[in-house]
């Protein structure tokens, strides 16, 4: 939290407030902001049929908009402490729907290898397309793989394998000991069989198609808002993907939503191509303002909903 807000006020200390009041009143398409929240909504849905069905080999069934409700509660939550909302989704169907949580916590984490690996697929697709473009943001921003190692002396290296041997003995004394106690190894059972679910779905074909949809809505929730604005307008679908890839790593950073790290490396990409600081900054601040609400809005809608549903016995 302290990390977002120390980079959105060094982006927006200059600005003048009227204007960005005036972006959100007059300067923005409204039209195409609002074409763009349903495939905000559809990633979020496909994530929950997707759920659904890797639980499904390990015998749970849950209702699918218990899925959806979850999904939609665990994304508003993560706003206000990172990451925390996909163990309360684990815990919203174990409340409702009587499911494994330790099993649901399984799925869960195969859910992010899979997101992971389709962005890291999508990432190299993007930059063997768009390579000097990529070389460009990485000297605007000083990010070099080189330059970073290169800071390492050989003490570096020695302390740092030794720190990376450590925590694995440590983690590996732990299990040993966790391993004593029956519950504990029922639990890392339920947890190995999450993580292996995938291995057993029904449909293999209809579970890929659910992660590509996931990431085909984010990009066009993100890319028809390009239209929003005159400067943008006229990028076009392979920047939009470029500044959507940056941002899938930027949101890597435990902030509220990606919050000030994604404003910083969406603008500064969208600044190699052709856009000013100004109106940079300005599409950044209110996509992800509007795109942030959306998700709050989802949130409440699915507390709600949750709330008129009946708890399985």
Known sequence: ????????????????????????????????????????????VFRAIRWKQALAPLGEKPRLHTCINAVFISYASSLIVPRVGEMLRCGILRRWERTNFSKGVGTVVTERVIDSTLVMLLALITAACQIPMFMKFFSQTGVSLQGFLGTFTTTGWLVTILCGILVLCTL?????????????????????????????????????????????????????????????????????????????????????????PWHFAVKTILVLYGVSQTDGAMFVLVVHTIQTLLVVALGLYGTAALSLTKKRA
Not at 17 to 43: C, H, N
Not at 221 to 248: I, R
């Open 172 to 260: 590996g004394v732990l299990v040993c000991r966790l391993n004593i106690f029956s519950r504990t190894r029922a639990v890392l059972t339920d947890l190995k069989d999450g993580l292996f679910s995938v291995r057993y779905v029904q449909n293999p074909m209809l579970f890929l198609l659910n992660s590509v949809g996931i990431w085909v809505s984010y990009y066009l929730h993100f890319y028809l808002t390009f239209y929003c604005f005159q400067y943008t307008a006229q990028l076009g679908p392979m920047a939009a993907l470029v500044a959507f890839v940056v941002g899938c790593f930027a949101v890597l950073v435990p902030t509220p939503n990606g919050a000030g």
């Open 1 to 44: 939290m302290i990390l977002a807000a120390a980079i959105l006020w060094w982006m927006y200390r200059e600005f003048r407030w009227e204007d960005v009041r005036q972006a959100f009143a007059s300067d923005m398409s409204w039209r195409w902001m609002l074409l763009s929240f349903p495939f905000g909504i559809m990633a979020q």
